[in-house]
């Protein structure tokens, strides 16, 4: 968490120097200039790394059995783990973000379309701009 506080802090330096922006709050001056928190980059990564093809690619993650879902039909479903570092692996801190998105975001025909529906989506959510929220849908 250190290493994200030291960047926000460059963020933070660098978005006073914008002189509209001098008198706003943090997570105000990331709204008016649509830069997300970095929190929000990484897991967008995650979630770019993480669609619906990829599965063979985790062995840890599968396509559940049921194929009649809510939703999309790229669901994924992450084993049971008994130790924290599997846990947490990313593969697997994306799964119940994933199984929430709307299926025009997840159907995406290729990544640049699928990260530009994705931020739009995302912008009603607090956590894109502040970096001390959770991540959850």
Same mark, same amino acid.
């Given at each position: ?11 933070? =330096?660098?978005?006073? *120097?914008? $002189?509209?922006? /001098? ?6 001056? &990331? +709204? ?11 897991? =967008?990564?995650?979630? *770019?790394? $993480?669609?619906? /093809? ?6 840890? &993650? +599968? ?75």
């Amino acid at each position: 968490m250190k290493e994200v506080e030291d960047i926000e802090r460059v963020q933070k =330096r660098a978005s006073k *120097m914008v $002189k509209e922006c /001098s008198g706003l709050k943090y997570v105000d001056r &990331l +709204k008016y200039l649509k830069i997300p928190c970095l929190k929000y980059r990484r897991f =967008r990564g995650d979630l *770019m790394m $993480k669609n619906g /093809s990829d599965v063979q690619s985790y062995p840890q &993650l +599968k396509k559940p059995l049921c194929t009649i879902t809510r939703g999309h039909n790229f669901k994924l479903q992450s084993g049971k783990f008994r130790n924290n570092p599997r846990k947490f692996f990313f593969s697997n801190r994306v799964v119940s973000v994933w199984n929430e998105l709307p299926d025009v975001i997840v159907e995406a025909a290729n990544v640049t379309k699928f990260k530009i529906m994705l931020d739009n989506y995302m912008t009603d959510f607090d956590f894109v701009y502040d970096y001390k929220r959770d991540i959850n849908i």
